[in-house]
């Protein structure tokens, strides 16, 4: 079909996606266009990008998810099309609409779609209108106390409160008994109010050790919608992915058949077109329950796109062109296991704290079936502004016990020196018998954690004698405070510098 | 050459007795070497493979080092390398004869330590008292920073001997927080 392709896009994000983005774009000969931040201006998306223009400083409510400033850069960059990414405005339909207003195409889907899947309660309403299977609760925000104890009572405990503007593990609480609901109740709405400006509240049924599978769907802009497997996302730290895999250890052919058929007759009803993913909770009898519906491409994709065989980014831009489908729903087929760890700047041992700062080494792993998608690089300073992902580690395997195997080598593999990251938590994951075997639910990674998975290593007398030898021959080569990589720099220097750069906001933003 | 070696890795801290022969030629890139570690005499072949990389064969077994410094805001960065080998992290000070012993080494489990805020932040709470035993990754206080609340903890055992901040102060990287000993 004769659709003419862009000739220039504009990414509304940065990091690890905008360059995953961008990638795509340079594959289909298409100029990409990036926007920065004042500290992002050494980003790795800016360099990688053909065109670059600054949006404001740090703080993203000034700079990335400034709609007005990324219109202007698109205007004067010439771009055609604006992807959005994962987070920062992807999701929100004021942004689209501004886009399509403005004359730009919206890389994503219909702006009615993005609605109507928003709303947590609106989503779950719909659903239960047309007679599609949700988990349990209500669809309507309950306003107050009151009635969410009727409700809670009604639904039978456990349950679970949460934010209906939410995400990212933000404003839920777990209540397993009526005498812990009334403060659970406050503590939920005034997380949800801090973090989404929005303190409404629903209530679901909490589902005993539930598995967290999410549907891929892809459709056109001509109404052909199909389902591209599915993915395991049930390995979470305090509600938030931290592991993916395709596809499910869980799922067989019969399941997949029933839940992708189930996330097209619900994309359907939301009038989709582009990428998206309809979430479910499967509980021990694999039952399966609408979660909630995700209107843009995901963190995790790349585990979609190693089984498949599909550039999900490309598709995005081929069918926001006007392109029709490539492929019908029964010429897709699964090949192998793919598995995705995010590497985020945090420090397991000290309860996953934030760790920003400069990354003086950085290899990451290379060989057989492996892919990093980096947002970083070697030298680079990580800012505290920001979601603290680096990258995503992807392997793939000709079936789940190579991957797990191939996963284990590359992350022996990965070197970052100069901040902490959960890179060795994840060592210990892979080497979980659970994990091996394919036993998990969302409360994995936290009973672990209880457990202990994080607790020393035992000594190693050869391994000591190394580091010892080798800090020797620096330190005769090179003295005895000086080793070669790199400069270094006193702590009264660095904190004095850092606080000229005024990094912490002491004016009104 | 006879040098002496604080080595410390997760909770355990030790000193050990390295004497090298030859002499290591600041020129040279790479050479064999014997070695006597704590009294264990052993040969190895070295070779800095990229800056601050060293290749080790220590009978025929083949390891890497990286050596760099600790990150802005630890505590005694000057005086210390982190030691990576495969997948551990090891600080290292070497401490130079021929250089006047300075007073407690940086790394020593029984040296005072002055736990300094890692990036900029704001103090939400305070969780021990002047005075507290705290075991080792014992809960110190609560620091808002990057958005998110998160507990700093204590990196060995030991006795809060002072605290310099309050709730509500703001912090910026290598402030001073607690001291322990």
């Known amino acids: 079909m004769g659709v003419e392709m862009f000739r220039k896009v504009l990414i509304a994000n940065r990091g690890e996606i905008a360059v995953r983005v961008m990638r795509a774009c340079r594959e289909m000969d298409i100029r990409t266009v990036a926007v920065y931040s004042d500290v992002d201006r050494k980003a790795l998306h800016v360099r990688y990008a053909d065109e670059a223009y600054p949006i404001g400083p740090a703080f993203s409510s000034e700079s990335y998810l400034r709609i007005d400033r990324l219109i202007a850069v698109a205007r004067r960059s010439g771009a055609e099309a604006i992807h959005p990414g994962y987070g920062f405005l992807a999701e929100n339909p004021e942004f689209a609409r501004a886009c399509a207003e403005a004359g730009f195409v919206f890389i994503g889907p219909p702006v009615a779609a993005m609605e109507l899947m928003g709303s947590k309660t609106a989503s779950r309403r719909a659903l239960r209108q047309a007679g599609l299977p949700v988990v349990p609760g209500t669809d309507r925000n309950l306003e107050t106390l009151e009635e969410v104890e009727r409700v809670a009572g009604e639904i039978g405990y456990p349950v679970m409160l949460k934010a209906s503007a939410g995400g990212g593990g933000k404003g839920l609480r777990l209540v397993f008994a009526p005498e812990e609901l009334a403060s659970a109740y406050r503590d939920a709405r005034s997380e949800a109010q801090n973090a989404f400006n929005d303190p409404t509240i629903y209530l679901e049924k909490y589902l005993e050790r539930p598995r967290h599978i999410e549907i891929q769907i892809l459709g056109d802009q001509h109404g052909n919608l199909i389902y591209l497997g599915e993915r395991e996302c049930s390995l979470q730290r305090r509600h938030q992915k931290v592991m993916e895999e395709c596809p499910s250890p869980l799922v067989d052919d019969d399941l997949r058949r029933r839940m992708g058929k189930m996330a097209v007759r619900i994309g359907k009803l939301a009038g989709y077109f582009n990428a998206g993913t309809v979430e479910f909770l499967v509980d021990q009898k694999r039952e399966f329950y609408f979660l909630e519906m995700n209107t843009r491409l995901q963190v995790e994709h790349p585990v979609t796109e190693m089984v498949m065989g599909i550039d999900l980014v490309k598709e995005q831009l081929r069918i926001a062109a006007g392109e029709p489908l490539r492929w019908r729903q029964k010429e897709v087929r699964l090949r192998g296991a793919a598995l995705e760890c995010r590497i985020y700047a945090e420090d397991p041992a000290n309860n996953f704290f934030p760790s920003p700062g400069l990354i003086q080494r950085l290899q990451a792993p290379r060989g057989p079936g492996i892919r990093s998608d980096s947002g970083v690089y070697e030298g680079w300073t990580v800012p505290l502004e920001y979601d603290p992902l680096l990258a995503k580690l992807v392997v793939w395997g000709n079936d789940r016990a190579e991957a797990v195997a191939r996963l284990r080598r590359a992350l022996s593999e990965y070197e970052v020196l100069g901040i902490k990251t959960t890179i060795p938590f994840f060592r210990r994951v892979v080497d979980h018998p659970d994990f091996v075997a394919g036993r998990i639910d969302t409360g994995f990674i936290d009973r672990a954690l209880a457990e202990g998975i994080l607790s020393e290593d035992e000594p190693s007398a050869e391994l000591e004698r190394v580091a010892v030898l080798a800090a020797a021959l620096d330190a005769s080569r090179h003295g005895p405070g000086h080793p070669a990589l790199p400069a270094r720099e006193s702590a009264w220097k660095t904190a004095g510098r850092d606080a000229l750069l005024n990094r912490w906001p002491t004016r009104g933003t | ?181």
């Not at chain 2, 801290?13 to 014997?34: C, I």
């Not at chain 2, 083949?62 to 000057?78: C, H, I, K, L, N």
């Not at chain 2, 040296?111 to 990754?137: F, S």
């Open chain 2, 1 to 181: 050459m006879k040098l002496t070696i604080t080595l410390q890795h997760g909770s355990r801290t030790s000193e050990r007795q390295l004497e090298l022969s030859p002499p290591v030629d600041v020129a040279a890139n790479s050479g064999p070497l014997a070695y006597v570690l704590d009294q264990e005499a052993g040969e190895a072949d070295w070779a800095e493979v990229a800056p601050g990389t060293y290749s080790i064969l220590i009978g025929g077994r083949s390891y890497e080092a990286q050596v760099t410094s600790p990150p802005a805001g630890a505590p005694a960065r000057d005086l210390c390398r982190v030691v990576t080998v495969g997948t551990r992290h090891y600080r290292v000070e070497v401490h130079d004869p021929r250089r006047r012993r300075t007073a407690g080494s940086a790394v020593a489990a029984n040296g005072p330590q002055e736990i300094v805020a890692p990036m900029p932040g704001k103090i939400v709470k305070l969780l021990v008292a002047e005075n507290q035993e705290v075991g080792q990754g014992g809960a110190l206080l609560v620091i808002e920073a990057m958005k998110m609340q998160n507990e700093l903890r204590a990196p060995r055992a030991g006795r809060v001997e002072k605290i310099y901040v309050v709730p509500g102060k703001g912090v910026e990287t290598g402030s001073r927080l607690v001291r322990l000993v």
